[in-house]
């Protein structure tokens, strides 16, 4: 007699990357990433944004920076450290409070920043291309709002000669507008952190596949991936089986407690994007959604 037949397993449910506005804003942080890093040599968009907030504004110390440029404490001493290093920014003693060290550009280096400046309106131009001229206003307008840019410091920068302006600057404005996403996820989902979400769902997609197809599906860079992937089989998840046509090579499927997790994560998740879109009108909602897909999709 030959075996039982085994059911079918059925596809687990998620909320389609596609359709939701915070892996889409990875996705489009990523672009803006690449076209940074092909352009601007020596700085990065995290460093050019703390140079922004120390020439854009008075009395800025790292904490300071780190708030204004939307960078969190670990990161912003680091970037710190590293345009101190490549000598764009010197510490002062504060006149004021001897305990606390204010941040200044070297001489010379507002002018070097003006160069770089030119660069990055080029990428800002580039980042939106894929829109239409008459719909990139808008585009701006409506990212600004979800990353409620009116709640934030930036809304009256004090100096803007040979800089952009944050509050209309798109790729400073996605940056924040993930920030405000991760902050309702992790008020919202207890169970996984958005990028471990991303994994899942990318499994629950693609079926059984390597972690190089995942990352790229999750919108995660490779040492990411291999993070969350391990996470995730460490906490039974996920499963890893080498491939059948390559030993060398190893896969990784979804197994029966990840299913029935992804099942119960599909309402918060979506209360979760729904939130994030609670500055637009419902009417708005489609419109943003499709200018995002075509900045963050772009080929």
Do not use: C
Request: aromatic content about 4%; proline content about 5%; cysteine-free.
């Amino acid at each position: 007699m030959g075996g039982a037949l085994r059911r079918p397993v059925e596809p687990a449910p998620i909320v389609a990357p596609v359709s939701a506005p915070g892996h889409l804003l990875r996705r489009a942080q990523q672009v803006h990433t690449d076209l940074w890093n092909a352009r601007v040599d020596g700085l990065t968009g995290p460093q050019y944004a703390a140079l922004v907030a120390i020439a854009g504004w008075d009395d800025v110390d790292q904490r300071r920076a780190g708030q204004l440029a939307s960078l969190d404490k670990s990161t912003v001493a680091d970037v710190v450290r590293r345009l101190v290093d490549k000598g764009w920014v010197r510490r002062v003693r504060d006149p004021q409070d001897g305990r606390r060290r204010l941040l200044t550009l070297t001489s010379g280096s507002r002018e070097r920043l003006a160069g770089v400046t030119e660069v990055a309106r080029s990428v800002q131009r580039d980042l939106l291309a894929p829109l239409r001229p008459a719909d990139r206003k808008e585009f701006v307008e409506q990212l600004g709002r979800i990353a409620r840019i009116e709640e934030a410091d930036v809304a009256e920068q004090q100096h803007e000669g040979g800089m952009l302006l944050m509050r209309v600057t798109p790729g400073y404005l996605i940056r924040r507008a993930q920030q405000v996403h991760t902050t309702l996820w992790t008020a919202t989902v207890a169970e996984v952190t958005g990028p471990q979400y991303a994994v899942l769902a990318a499994v629950a997609h693609l079926g059984t596949a390597d972690q190089s197809r995942i990352g790229e599906a999750a919108s995660l860079d490779s040492s990411s991936t291999a993070d969350i992937v391990a996470r995730l089989s460490a906490h039974g998840w996920l499963a890893k089986q080498t491939a059948a046509d390559d030993r060398r090579r190893v896969q990784v499927r979804l197994t029966a407690p990840a299913r029935a997790a992804l099942r119960a994560l599909v309402m918060p998740v979506e209360a979760v994007q729904f939130e994030l879109l609670a500055p637009l009108g419902l009417d708005e909602h489609a419109v943003f959604l499709g200018h995002l897909q075509l900045v963050a999709l772009a080929e």
